[in-house]
């Protein structure tokens, strides 16, 4: 028993759908009717059977798909990954960190043998049987950091740690919601967050670079954040901004089931054993409204999540054009009765 | 002086003398009376172990202003992009205790911090001072063509055209602030082009 790939595309004529197994496990961010910034971390650990939680790293029905994507991306714009030259050894730790998760929670899919510093990894979904040294780049059709990321979901940011700050100096980012790797790399926590309205002020980043450096190897810790797309459109980089931007005026009443996506990116913090580094995957999850709808929680909740939300952050989000619509919309499908507290569906 | 912002925009001081023998100044325009400035503040003999070097605003002012401190080595740049390979140069070959100061607009400030950064110089370690325009060096984010001395919100890409938005964020490694497009989601919506970087 294994997973069945879906073959679907995230730009163009967008076939990507959930399965209904996916609708149910999809990772809801609100545990309550409002919504605003807080540190949300917690521990990173297995959560029930079933959900997107079951193992640390998640793979699932869209890998394939994904992954198909992000090869695109990648052939368009190769900045989209990009590694400071002292980031080789943590890009090792990632690759070990990648396989041994991805081989362990889907055995049928992915294998990984090691023999001393000789390994070999199998990755039957896309095909792959490499054989290579751990530490020889030479060995690998590219840098480590790059070939494991290309094979799997998410972006991924590497963060070195110095002078008690965390900074920016590697990463794999195709699915990004509106922030540009080539021009953050490089810059430290603060830095790379200083767009974000409103957080600063609340002591936000302060408190979560605090909890972050003091990370420890084999406790990875996680939170949600979500933001909204139209389309089932991964590749929202500022980089194509000119080209998706356009999507935003498409909003009617008629297809707001269809076009408009919530997007939660499942985001976890993992210290890196070698390089002492910090690897920050940021694991998206879609799902078209038609499709959350179908659990009536969902709808109740998003509809005063959004109706209520500061301003501020529907601008930052780029919600402002749509959002009237979306909750009109929404409204309909919201008697006014009481929601039961937590994330998932009733 | 540039009005306050987000984090990432880089915060500008005052030059003042620093301990140590070898002081290399980098100035354009009206950095130089932030050096002249600075020199009333420094100890006897300090210009004996410095080196500055001018990039002239358009009327050649303040020259002889900086000769008279007698610094070991005054150099007289047309540009930029002329002084740079020296200053790769000097900034390569420095050994511990070289101190780096640089006065003048933010695209000079910008640029000869990234050949320090490139040198292994740390960025606090830099006396900086802002004098003279506040005209910006900005990367557009999509074609990331480099648009010099942008003046105007919105300013248009010298590269591919578009029409940007010249955020306050920043990167020191490019040297630029980040230009998105303003009017991405509908190209009809044109927003007034104000000066706003003078």
Same mark, same amino acid.
């Given at each position: 028993?294994?997973?069945?790939?879906?073959?679907?595309?995230?730009?163009?004529?967008?076939? *990507? +759908?959930?399965?209904?197994?996916?609708?149910? +496990?999809?990772?809801?961010?609100?545990?309550?009717?409002?919504?605003?910034?807080?540190?949300?971390?917690?521990?990173?650990?297995?959560?029930?059977? %079933?959900?997107?939680?079951?193992?640390?790293?998640?793979?699932?029905?869209?890998?394939?798909?994904?992954?198909?994507?992000?090869?695109?991306?990648?052939?368009?714009?190769?900045?989209?990954?990009?590694?400071?030259?002292?980031?080789?050894?943590?890009?090792?730790?990632?690759?070990?960190?990648?396989?041994?998760?991805?081989?362990?929670?889907?055995?049928?899919?992915?294998?990984?043998?090691?023999?001393?510093?000789?390994?070999?990894?199998?990755?039957?979904?896309?095909?792959?049987?490499?054989?290579?040294?751990?530490?020889?780049?030479?060995?690998?059709?590219?840098?480590?950091?790059?070939?494991?990321?290309?094979?799997?979901?998410?972006?991924?940011?590497?963060?070195?740690?110095?002078?008690?700050?965390?900074?920016?100096?590697?990463?794999?980012?195709?699915?990004?919601?509106?922030?540009?790797?080539? *021009?953050?790399?490089?810059?430290?926590?603060?830095? &790379?967050?200083?767009?974000?309205?409103?957080?600063?002020?609340?002591?936000?980043?302060?408190?979560?670079?605090?909890?972050?450096?003091?990370?420890?190897? %084999?406790?990875?810790?996680?939170?949600?954040?979500?933001?909204?797309?139209?389309?089932?459109?991964?590749?929202?980089?500022?980089?194509?901004?000119?080209?998706?931007?356009?999507? +935003?005026?498409?909003?009617?009443?008629?297809?707001?089931?269809?076009?408009?996506?919530?997007?939660?990116?499942?985001?976890? *913090?993992?210290?890196?054993?070698?390089?002492?580094?910090?690897? *920050?995957?940021?694991?998206?999850?879609?799902?078209?409204?038609?499709?959350?709808?179908?659990?009536?929680?969902?709808?109740?909740?998003?509809?005063?999540?959004?109706?209520?939300?500061?301003?501020?952050?529907? !601008?930052?989000?780029?919600?402002?054009?749509?959002?009237?619509?979306?909750?009109? &919309?929404?409204?309909?499908?919201?008697?006014?009765?009481? !929601?039961?507290?937590?994330?998932?569906?009733? | 002086?540039?009005?306050?912002?987000?984090?990432?925009?880089?915060?500008?001081? =005052?030059?003042?003398?620093?301990?140590?023998?070898?002081?290399?100044?980098?100035?354009?325009?009206?950095? $130089?009376? $932030?050096?002249? @400035?600075?020199?009333?503040?420094?100890? $006897?003999?300090?210009?004996?172990?410095?080196?500055?070097?001018?990039? /002239?605003?358009?009327?050649?002012?303040?020259?002889?202003?900086?000769?008279?401190?007698?610094?070991?080595?005054?150099?007289?740049?047309?540009?930029?992009?002329?002084?740079?390979?020296?200053?790769?140069? =000097?900034?390569?070959?420095?050994?511990?205790?070289?101190?780096?100061?640089?006065?003048?607009?933010?695209?000079?400030?910008?640029?000869?911090?990234?050949?320090?950064?490139?040198?292994?110089? @740390?960025? =606090?370690?830099?006396?900086?001072?802002?004098?003279?325009?506040?005209? #910006?060096?900005?990367?557009?984010?999509?074609?990331?063509?480099?648009?010099?001395?942008? =003046?105007?919100?919105?300013?248009?890409?010298?590269?591919?055209?578009?029409?940007?938005?010249? #955020?306050?964020?920043?990167?020191? #490694?490019?040297?630029?602030?980040?230009?998105?497009?303003?009017?991405?989601?509908?190209?009809?919506?044109?927003?007034?082009?104000?000066?706003?970087? /003078?």
């Amino acid at each position: 028993m294994g997973i069945t790939f879906r073959k679907e595309t995230f730009r163009d004529d967008f076939t *990507f +759908r959930n399965s209904p197994e996916h609708i149910r +496990r999809f990772p809801f961010p609100f545990h309550e009717d409002a919504y605003m910034y807080a540190v949300n971390i917690e521990p990173h650990v297995v959560g029930p059977k %079933g959900s997107v939680l079951e193992n640390l790293i998640d793979v699932d029905e869209h890998y394939i798909a994904e992954m198909q994507d992000r090869a695109l991306v990648l052939a368009e714009d190769p900045l989209r990954c990009q590694s400071l030259p002292h980031m080789t050894l943590a890009g090792w730790d990632l690759l070990e960190l990648l396989m041994e998760q991805q081989a362990l929670g889907y055995p049928e899919h992915f294998t990984l043998t090691r023999d001393g510093d000789r390994w070999r990894w199998i990755n039957r979904p896309l095909g792959i049987d490499d054989t290579f040294t751990f530490g020889d780049t030479s060995t690998l059709p590219y840098g480590p950091m790059e070939y494991i990321t290309r094979q799997s979901q998410g972006d991924f940011c590497i963060l070195d740690q110095r002078d008690g700050n965390l900074w920016m100096d590697a990463g794999m980012v195709t699915t990004q919601a509106d922030w540009s790797l080539d *021009f953050d790399i490089g810059m430290n926590f603060f830095e &790379w967050h200083a767009p974000v309205p409103l957080a600063h002020e609340k002591g936000i980043f302060t408190r979560a670079l605090k909890f972050l450096t003091n990370i420890q190897q %084999g406790k990875p810790a996680r939170r949600l954040n979500w933001t909204m797309t139209i389309n089932p459109r991964l590749d929202t980089s500022p980089e194509n901004y000119h080209k998706w931007g356009p999507d +935003r005026t498409t909003v009617t009443p008629q297809n707001v089931g269809d076009k408009v996506h919530l997007r939660v990116e499942l985001q976890s *913090f993992w210290r890196l054993p070698r390089s002492n580094g910090i690897v *920050f995957p940021i694991r998206c999850y879609l799902i078209k409204m038609d499709e959350l709808v179908t659990q009536p929680k969902w709808a109740r909740r998003l509809h005063r999540v959004i109706r209520d939300l500061p301003e501020e952050l529907a !601008t930052y989000k780029g919600l402002t054009r749509y959002r009237p619509t979306l909750v009109e &919309w929404l409204s309909k499908l919201d008697d006014g009765s009481p !929601t039961s507290s937590g994330f998932g569906p009733d | 002086m540039a009005a306050k912002s987000i984090i990432s925009r880089p915060v500008y001081g =005052t030059l003042s003398p620093q301990p140590g023998k070898h002081h290399l100044f980098i100035a354009d325009a009206e950095g $130089a009376l $932030a050096i002249s @400035d600075m020199a009333a503040r420094a100890p $006897a003999g300090f210009f004996d172990g410095a080196e500055i070097d001018f990039i /002239p605003g358009p009327n050649n002012e303040h020259v002889a202003a900086l000769e008279a401190l007698k610094p070991a080595r005054f150099h007289l740049a047309p540009s930029f992009a002329s002084l740079l390979p020296r200053l790769k140069q =000097t900034l390569g070959n420095a050994h511990m205790g070289l101190r780096l100061y640089l006065a003048g607009t933010e695209g000079l400030i910008g640029q000869a911090m990234q050949v320090a950064l490139e040198a292994g110089i @740390d960025h =606090t370690s830099v006396q900086t001072e802002h004098r003279g325009s506040l005209a #910006r060096r900005m990367q557009c984010v999509h074609c990331k063509g480099i648009t010099e001395n942008v =003046t105007t919100q919105p300013a248009t890409c010298s590269h591919c055209g578009l029409l940007l938005l010249v #955020r306050d964020h920043y990167s020191r #490694r490019l040297a630029a602030f980040q230009g998105v497009c303003i009017n991405a989601e509908d190209r009809s919506e044109i927003p007034p082009m104000e000066e706003a970087f /003078p």
